[in-house]
């Protein structure tokens, strides 16, 4: 487990999902102090701090223990909570469809 690549990647999805540290912190049930310290480097990240990161951020636990950062350029999707209606979940489906035909028409655009 490479602790600098993982701190990378918690930096860039606050960063690119316009959230700060204080959010996390609280987010996670630690003080916003000693998260700072943690993504300066200064204090270790425990195992139960980086499951309680994946769960907030949706990052998959096994991309945030990868020894390599890889910046993933492709655009991502999360959804969080629950759909509360039939009516809901069809149109996620329908929303997913969508968009999987968009990136099948791009890719056949770009294969032209």
Do not use: Y
Not at 34 to 54: M, V
């Amino acid at each position: 487990m490479n602790t600098q690549a993982m701190l990378i990647q918690i930096k860039t999805w606050l960063k690119t999902n316009h959230k700060s540290q204080k959010w996390l912190a609280q987010q996670i049930g630690l003080s916003p102090a000693f998260l700072s310290q943690i993504l300066s480097g200064t204090r270790k990240l425990q195992t139960k701090n980086i499951i309680a990161i994946s769960k907030v951020t949706a990052i998959p636990l096994d991309t945030l223990i990868t020894s390599e950062h890889v910046d993933n350029k492709e655009p991502q999707i999360v959804l969080r909570g629950s759909l509360s209606s039939q009516n809901s979940k069809k149109q996620i489906e329908q929303l997913l469809w969508d968009i999987q035909q968009c990136v099948d028409l791009e890719a056949t655009i770009h294969d032209a």
